[in-house]
């Protein structure tokens, strides 16, 4: 009897030590994890009681929370909810959370281990639980300026600023008002969820940052960049740039739009080629060089890395193995080269900063109510992409193309621009992806940007990119630069 006694015991007690470990584990490992599940309605009902710090750009908050006379206590707001949509994202009870409010949420509810003292002292003094402020890096009037250059259109614009990475503007349309998902009428909310949901132009996609596209003719930089720093081309090299390129192990050409040869010549320099934007140049270039230096160009601007974690970013691609037709396809950003409007203002922002690629940030700073600095990001490298040399060759040529080529409509009165357009095609069937990125001052650059839409309604080739890119590009520039 006594064995048996104390066989059950001795399993009571495994039992309990199980328990408490589990337990244990939970608190100290999955709190976090457990806390932020959208179906954990305790946990919801609590947050949606705490004064959540605002989002703000300078002194203005665009998104911050008000007093709420229903069973929540505050309720979250968005200032010029769609211009900023794609960056607050939303704080939603029955669909969580996106972008900062997803991403800076522990700083926001003032759950984070940074603001532990400031909880203490909330506790001690009998005050409700406050949120930290965020302060993002946008610049107001970029941000407006590329949300009402994409007006009508479907795509995405970021700026950054190339001697230290800050976002200054990213815009992308068609959007959606981020106040409608943060009610507290839940039926409403649900509607409005549902008809997002089923809306075709998927407002709610953050095209900036977390969808790649084919990047087409502004690939042609990093092609450009490779063959520069490979040592066998300079700016005037001839390169082969026929009306059809023969490619190996297929009979399918690679053709320039026009279907002539390059500025009147079949072996124009690489400045020329890039002026016209001339696929067959290029295609020449990338068989030449071939896809590992491709690739490893790509990479050192950013290619393969996610970047923007604040807006869950994703990473931009360069095919792992092309064959030589697929190089070639790929060396004018066609085939499976993919990128994101972000990747391409880095692209430009690297190339700017005379070759080095700043790592791209959108969190300023974090503060408590009280203005207490919790955090602060400072500007970081992220790959020398090319050298100084490399970079000034890539800038003549590129204002080349901004002041005699297919950029001219990227033009600043008074202010020297350099940048490249382009037109990516998926399929004969559908309307191609219209691009251009820059930057500006040439000498002095303060801003790069990228400009992308899709389902550039015109003529397929690179007027898509100059006529319908470009002057975005330019009101966006003229906004930071006050012009």
Known sequence: MNAAIRKLAVAAMVLMLALMANSTYLQAFRSNELNGRNDNKRVRDSQFSVDRGPILIGNTAIASSKPSDDRFKYQRTYANGPVYAPVTGYYSYLFGRAGIELNQNSELNGSDPSLAFRRIIDVISNRPQQGASVSLTL??????????????????????????????????????????LAGHDLSKVSETWKKLSDDPAKPTLNRAARETYPPGSTFKLVTAAAALSSGKYTPET???????????????????????????????????????????AFGSVGLDIGADALREQAAKFGFGERQLPELSGVASAFPGDPNPPQTAQSAIGQFDVRATPLQMAMVAAGIANKGEVMKPYLVQSVKTANLK????????????????????????????????????KGQIDGIEVAGKTGTAQTSPERPPFAWFTAFAPANDPQIAV????????????????????????????EAVLQR
Request: glycine content about 8%; charged content about 15%.
């Open 450 to 477: 990228a400009v992308m839409i899709e389902s550039a309604d015109v003529a397929r080739n690179d007027i898509a990119g100059g006529a319908l890119a470009a002057p975005i590009s330019k009101a966006v520039m």
């Open 373 to 408: 600095t919790v955090s602060e990001t400072k500007p970081e490298s992220l790959h020398q992409a090319v050298t100084p040399e490399v970079a000034a060759q890539l800038t003549g040529m590129m204002i080349d193309v901004v002041k005699n080529g297919t950029g001219k």
């Open 238 to 280: 001839k390169v082969n740039s026929p009306a059809e390129l023969p490619l190996p192990q297929t009979t399918t050409p690679l053709v320039n739009e026009d279907r002539k040869n390059c500025g009147g010549s079949n072996n124009a320099t690489l400045t020329i080629a890039l002026r016209y934007s001339c696929n067959t």
């Open 139 to 180: 610049n107001a009037a970029a941000q407006q300026a590329a949300y009402k250059g994409l007006a009508g259109k479907t795509g995405a614009v970021v700026a950054i600023e190339p001697k230290t990475g800050k976002v200054l503007a990213l815009a992308t349309t068609p959007s959606y008002d981020p106040n409608q």
